[in-house]
Each structure stands twice: as structure tokens, then as C-alpha cells.
């Protein structure tokens, strides 16, 4: 139902594509890639110009056949070129800024750096521990019980 492809003047609030599957059944899309190291991706990219030119900062989502079929979003026109985030398809790790997140960590940032924006004391999350800044310039640590405690440093 609907546009799909160029041909004729859209105006910005007509939809190109609209795929509409039953409510039993649901509605998805399957992108196949029958390669054996071949990446099944979809890239964005806008247009700068009713032309052919094409933006210079485009992103690529999609599973990397030759990297062990990890999920990534990346920077450009292909799957493994200048990764933002990576799903690990084998350990189910995310990794962010690394193609190869850590086996031993949920979730790596190959940057080092993880901001904290200033919060109150969050409410418990039973079994869950929380980090977390508050105004006074200090890090805190709430364990899975709702106890805080302040992470200090010798």
C-alpha cells in the first residue's frame, strides 16, 4: 500500500512505504543475504538535492556476515566500517564504539568514558544495583537491597 520507488511529486507528509501485515500474523521485513560472509543491511542516507546527491554522512544498520553475523550500526555506507554499537550475535555482548565487545562485561565502551548526568537517589530496583552522580560532586552505588553508598577513592 502505497509509493515505493521516485516517480511523480510526494509531498513530506505521504508515506513511500507502507506495509500493513494481520493482526494474528504481525507485519515484518526479511533482508537475506545468501553468502556465506555477505552483510544483510539496510543504509540510510539523505538526499541533498531532489538530484542524485547523495549526503556525505550516511549509516549503515545491519548484521556483518563476516564478522561472526554481529549486529551493527555504523558510520558510512557498509556494515564494520566505523562502528557506533555492536550487538555480539554469539554472547549476546554490546559494545559501544568497538567492533569486538568484551566476553566478560555486558556492555563495553571502547571510549572509556561513561557520563553521569546529576540525579537524586533513584528508587530501588530490587536485584538490580544502580550508579549514579548526585549535586555533590560525588558517585554513588545503590545495591540491589535499595542501600546507597558512596564510592570514594585512596
Not at 493482526?23 to 542516507?45: C, M, P, Q, V
Not at 538526499?47 to 544498520?61: K, R
Request: proline share 2%.
Amino acid at each position: 500500500r502505497g509509493s515505493l520507488g521516485q516517480g511523480g511529486s510526494k509531498s513530506s507528509s505521504e508515506v513511500l512505504l507502507d506495509i500493513r501485515g494481520k493482526a494474528s500474523r504481525g507485519t515484518g521485513i526479511l533482508i537475506t543475504n545468501h553468502s556465506s560472509s555477505g552483510d544483510s543491511h539496510i543504509t540510510f542516507k539523505r538526499f541533498d538535492t531532489d538530484g542524485s546527491a547523495l549526503s556525505t554522512s550516511p549509516w549503515t544498520v545491519g548484521m556483518d556476515g563476516g564478522d561472526g553475523d554481529k549486529f551493527k550500526i555504523c558510520k558510512g555506507n557498509a556494515v564494520g566500517t566505523n562502528v557506533a554499537l555492536t550487538i555480539d550475535d554469539a554472547n549476546l555482548k554490546v559494545g559501544i564504539g568497538t567492533a569486538s565487545p568484551s566476553a566478560n562485561a555486558d556492555l563495553t565502551l571502547e571510549g572509556g568514558v561513561l557520563n553521569f548526568k546529576e540525579t537524586t537517589t533513584p528508587t530501588n530496583d530490587i536485584g538490580y544495583a544502580n550508579i549514579y552522580s548526585k549535586a555533590d560532586d560525588r558517585l554513588y552505588w545503590q545495591d540491589g537491597a535499595g542501600a546507597e553508598h558512596t564510592i570514594t577513592h585512596s
